[in-house]
């Protein structure tokens, strides 16, 4: 985002700042997110640019479209050994997954880096958590 831009939301009173301050991550956490969304991206440029349809890809490595869809969005739900043992199945290496850690992928939220100011308040106790809810207790 632009300096001007910047400027400009923060005056109209929105705070800008990057997903991991929003959600109060931690230097692991954001790594451990970084890695996840890395070995995602990997896996869908990989099945595009061997033509695979998600189904086809479901086939090859035994689960359904809907769950490499969310392999591929870095669902929650999906473990990272999942991740790369489907990327095991459709060719990568050992030393193509270690370069793709060494190069990492740094997420940017672009649609997501600003916060409006009534949403801020962190995971505290009682406060909104990340999507504006109370936690529960």
Same mark, same amino acid.
């Given at each position: 985002m632009d300096k001007e831009k910047k400027k400009r939301l923060e005056a109209a009173g929105w705070r800008v700042g990057s997903v991991a301050e929003f959600l109060e991550l931690t230097p692991e956490e954001e790594e451990f997110i970084e890695f996840k969304l890395a070995l995602s991206r990997e896996l869908k440029d990989r099945r595009?640019?061997?033509?695979?349809?998600?189904?086809?890809?479901?086939? =090859?490595?035994?689960?359904?479209?809907?769950?490499?869809?969310?392999?591929?969005?870095?669902h929650h739900s999906v473990t990272i050994?999942?991740?790369?043992?489907?990327?095991?199945?459709?060719?990568?290496?050992?030393?193509?997954?270690?370069?793709?850690?060494?190069?990492?992928? =740094?997420?940017?939220?672009?649609a997501s880096g600003v916060v409006p100011p009534e949403v801020i308040g962190g995971r505290g106790k009682g406060k909104p958590g990340a999507r504006g809810r109370t936690p529960k207790r």
């Open positions: 595009i640019a061997r033509g695979m349809t998600q189904a086809e890809l479901a086939e =090859k490595i035994g689960s359904s479209q809907s769950r490499v869809a969310r392999m591929e969005a870095a050994d999942l991740l790369v043992r489907s990327l095991c199945t459709i060719g990568a290496t050992r030393a193509e997954l270690g370069n793709l850690l060494l190069r990492g992928v =740094k997420w940017d939220p672009t």
